[in-house]
Nanobody
Framework: QVQLVESGGGLVQAGGSLRLSCAAS????????MGWFRQAPGKEREFVAA????????YYADSVKGRFTISRDNAKNTVYLQMNSLKPEDTAVYYC???????????????WGQGIQVTVSS
């Protein structure tokens, strides 16, 4: 079993930056693919970014490419999402997810965090 806890969310003005962290416990993430998803009110949960266990391959949604960066520190069992040039449309609850397998851009992940709010004001 893997427990995921997100932190680092909050309120920021458009153009600002935030860094989300996802700390894992219960099992090492060394062989897991990790993803970030988000869900805005009234919308479905959508893929944001993902990273392979080795950290060598990273995947991004077109809407965040060039602004967000996913990274991981396997020694700390933590995944990060650096979000720059934030826009009001980035406002959502952000979720960290883990799966024991290849990276997916769908929600077919095995473990999920509880989510954390990110609000970008205009």
């Amino acid at each position: 079993q893997v427990q995921l806890v997100e932190s680092g969310g909050g309120l920021v003005q458009a153009g600002g930056s935030l860094r989300l962290s996802c700390a894992a416990s219960g099992r090492t993430l060394r062989s897991y693919s990790m993803g970030w998803f988000r869900q805005a009110p009234g919308k479905e949960r959508e893929f944001v970014a993902a990273i392979r266990w080795s950290g060598t391959m990273r995947y991004y949604a077109d809407s965040v490419k060039g602004r967000f960066t996913i990274s991981r520190d396997n020694a700390k069992n933590t995944v990060y999402l650096q979000m720059n040039s934030l826009k009001p449309e980035d406002t959502a609850v952000y979720y960290c997810a883990a799966r024991d397998g290849v990276v997916l851009t769908t929600t077919r992940y095995d473990y999920w965090g509880q989510g954390i709010q990110v609000t970008v004001s205009s």
